[in-house]
T-cell receptor, first 114, second 114 residues
Framework: DSGVTQTPKHLITATGQRVTLRCSPRSGDLSVYWYQQSLDQGLQFLIQYYNGEERAKGNILERFSAQQFPDLHSELNLSSLELGDSALYFC?????????????FGQGTRLTVV | AQTVTQSQPEMSVQEAETVTLSCTYDTSESNYYLFWYKQPPSRQMILVIRQEAYKQQNATENRFSVNFQKAAKSFSLKISDSQLGDTAMYFCAFMKGAGNMLTFGGGTRLMVKP
């Protein structure tokens, strides 16, 4: 158990719908990262938050958005869903210590768009 | 931008034998970190081993060791005494500096045969 909690574990929804994925980082971790793992694109970085502020953005679609709340949990919102958005979405967190390099991954949310 | 390439989509090894997974990367950074992550059928991302670019000594974690060739931008993973539980996808990953995002390779599926 990495200490990072993602909910829900599985999600099935229809095209055009909107979903919210939730991530609770490890206690004390300030950084949260979101990654998408799909069959054709592999593992891709979407976005990073650090202590409530957006820190880095990757190949995140405009239909996707994220935020990190004061209690440090994060949500990834996916809207106008398309079949191609079906993927495993991972959240990871890392400690605030300078030089911290280990990212702890949650078990992922498997999203299926039908 | 950094790129990470794993040229072996699939590999197999007999139990108790040794196998080496290849990874090359491209970067203009001088300070960075390299990782190998294991993803078993459970889909959990598990850190196997980490290498700091400024360290010449190759990292070792029990049966896992790396061959880090900085000039060649090569970072291979050697698994000794392979066990059935080593069956998984293995991802090579690059981090520009502490606290940054991970850039992943496409993965190598390893099957350990009894």
């Amino acid at each position: 158990d990495s200490g990072v909690t993602q909910t829900p574990k599985h999600l099935i929804t229809a095209t055009g719908q909107r979903v919210t994925l939730r991530c609770s980082p490890r206690s004390g971790d300030l950084s949260v990262y979101w990654y998408q793992q799909s069959l054709d694109q592999g593992l891709q970085f979407l976005i990073q938050y650090y202590n409530g502020e957006e820190r880095a953005k990757g190949n995140i679609l405009e239909r996707f958005s994220a935020q990190q709340f004061p209690d440090l949990h994060s949500e990834l919102n996916l809207s106008s869903l398309e079949l191609g958005d079906s993927a495993l979405y991972f959240c990871a967190s890392s400690p605030p210590a300078q030089g911290a390099t280990e990212a702890f991954f949650g078990q992922g949310t498997r999203l299926t768009v039908v | 931008a950094q790129t990470v390439t794993q040229s072996q989509p699939e590999m197999s090894v007999q139990e108790a034998e040794t196998v080496t997974l290849s990874c090359t990367y491209d970067t203009s950074e001088s300070n960075y970190y390299l990782f190998w992550y294991k993803q078993p059928p459970s889909r959990q991302m598990i850190l196997v081993i980490r290498q700091e670019a400024y360290k010449q000594q190759n990292a070792t974690e029990n049966r896992f060791s790396v061959n880090f060739q900085k000039a060649a931008k090569s970072f291979s993973l050697k698994i000794s005494d392979s066990q059935l539980g080593d069956t998984a996808m293995y991802f090579c990953a690059f981090m520009k500096g502490a606290g940054n995002m991970l850039t992943f390779g496409g993965g190598t599926r390893l099957m350990v045969k009894p």
